[in-house]
């Protein structure tokens, strides 16, 4: 089992950056794909941003690209979200979550270790 530690959420104006982190402790964090998710208030956990093990692939929502950069550091088991000109429905919960296996997937019950989340609140 991976332990996720999600940081850098907060309060931005619309057009406005935040830059995600997710530290990953326990097996070996460069084996597996890594991706971001959100949840919205009374709306279901969407799928974000995803990236394979190595950081040579990755996928995103229609909704977040060109704005949205996921990357990750194997060297220091985190993965990232750059997160610019944002939007006020970017707000949400965003997790990372661990990938069962080492290529990118969007379906979320492929993702077997969560973090706890951090609040993204972006104001109009």
């Known amino acids: 089992q991976v332990q996720l530690v999600e940081s850098g959420g907060g309060l931005v104006q619309a057009g406005g950056s935040l830059r995600l982190s997710c530290a990953a402790s326990g097996r070996t964090f460069s084996s597996y794909a890594m991706g971001w998710f959100r949840q919205a208030p009374g709306k279901e956990r969407e799928f974000v941003a995803a990236?394979?093990?190595?950081?040579?692939?990755?996928d995103y929502a229609d909704s977040v690209k060109g704005r949205f950069t996921i990357s990750r550091d194997n060297a220091k088991n985190t993965v990232y979200l750059q997160m610019n000109s944002l939007k006020p429905e970017d707000t949400a919960v965003y997790y990372c979550a661990r990938g069962r296996l080492h290529t990118v997937v969007v379906r979320s019950t492929w993702y077997d270790d969560w973090g706890q989340g951090t609040q993204v609140t972006v104001s109009s």
């Open positions: 990236i394979n093990w190595s950081g040579g692939s990755t």
